[in-house]
């Protein structure tokens, strides 16, 4: 167990709503990284938050936003739901250091969204 | 743009035998692999990992190996357990920056007893 914890672990929502997905981090982290994995695929980077600030996205549209707070959890928002979001939601979280390197991440379970 | 590939979406192997998963890259600025397995249900767990200075890094019945001319790296596992039976997942990042991890599509090892 990595002490990761993603919530919900599930959640089915209508084409056009908005969600919000979130994620405690391991204690003694100070970074969250959020990806996005599709049946078959492997999980793709949305973004990074460190200290509460993005640092880093991925090639994903506006409508994908986040949030750190000041201890270190995190929230994943999508606004204006698509069918292909319907998607497994990774939070991973690690500590970085200021030079940029760090530990290794440590995901969580995930969020299984399905949007119809 | 696949920067990280893993060409074989399942491999099946006997138990106690060995279990060797296959990597390619095609950015030659990523500084260090890892190596992550995955069950149903569950978020991927780190099993391994090697900085581009090295070509081997080991740990029990893990073992990777890393050709950064051919930009391929492999997995090898020995003894295979069916409790290895998962999806492996290789990824890569630079050092610097967000960690921004690339993973490939991952590989379903199946261990047959």
């Known amino acids: 167990e990595t002490g990761v914890t993603q919530s919900p672990t599930h959640l089915i929502k209508t084409r056009g709503q908005q969600v919000t997905l979130r994620c405690s981090s391991q204690?003694?982290?100070?970074?969250v990284s959020w990806y996005q994995q599709a049946l078959g695929q492997g999980p793709q980077f949305i973004f990074q938050?460190?200290?509460?600030?993005?640092?880093g996205r991925g090639n994903f549209p506006p409508r994908f936003s986040g949030l750190q707070f000041p201890n270190y959890s995190s929230e994943l928002n999508v606004n204006a739901l698509e069918l292909d979001d319907s998607a497994l939601y990774l939070c991973a979280s690690s500590y970085n250091y200021k030079t940029g390197l760090g530990t290794e991440a440590f995901f969580g379970q995930g969020t299984r969204l399905t949007v119809v | 743009d696949q920067q990280v590939k893993q060409n074989s979406p399942s491999l099946s192997v006997q138990e106690g035998r060995i279990s060797i998963l296959n990597c390619d890259y095609t950015n030659s600025m990523f500084d260090y692999f890892l190596w992550y397995k995955k069950y149903p249900a569950e978020g991927p767990t780190f099993l391994i990992s090697i900085s581009s200075i090295k070509d081997k890094n080991e740990d029990g019945r893990f073992t990777v190996f890393l050709n950064k001319s051919a930009k391929h790296l492999s997995l090898h596992i020995v003894p295979s357990q069916p409790g290895d039976s998962a999806v492996y997942f290789c990824a890569a990042h630079r050092a610097q920056g967000a960690q921004k991890l690339v993973f490939g599509q991952g590989t379903r090892l199946t261990i047959n007893p």
């Open positions: 204690s003694g982290h100070n970074t």
């Open positions: 938050y460190y200290r509460e600030e993005e640092n």
